[in-house]
């Protein structure tokens, strides 16, 4: 009961312009420039982009690196203890012939 009278009530209030309508207004005015949307100027918004871009290539850099340093201590690790080099072929291999149907 309570839920229909909110809804009727706030139904009047937008009929009379008194408020509730705020959803409305920001629907038309947030698609045209992407830097209003956020509260920006057109000379922040550029810089804000071009400080997102940085910060990703950063990060990129930094995976990068990672990725090699992983990469280098497998192979080390491989070699040290005389370990076969993982492929496809073999992570799909059964252990198991009997179970697995083969």
């Not at 497998?74 to 370990?83: A, C, F, P």
């Amino acid at each position: 009961m309570a839920f229909l009278m909110k809804t009727m009530i706030s139904n009047q209030m937008k009929n009379l312009g008194l408020g509730g309508g705020s959803e409305e207004k920001k629907e038309e005015g947030g698609a045209s420039d992407p830097a209003a949307a956020r509260g920006m100027s057109r000379e922040e918004y550029e810089e804000y982009q071009k400080q997102i871009i940085e910060e990703k290539m950063e990060r990129d850099a930094a995976f990068t690196q990672r990725k090699a340093e992983r990469a280098c201590l497998r192979v080390h690790l491989r070699e040290k203890y005389r370990l076969p080099k993982c492929t496809e072929k073999s992570l799909r291999k059964c252990p198991f012939p009997q179970e697995c149907g083969q």
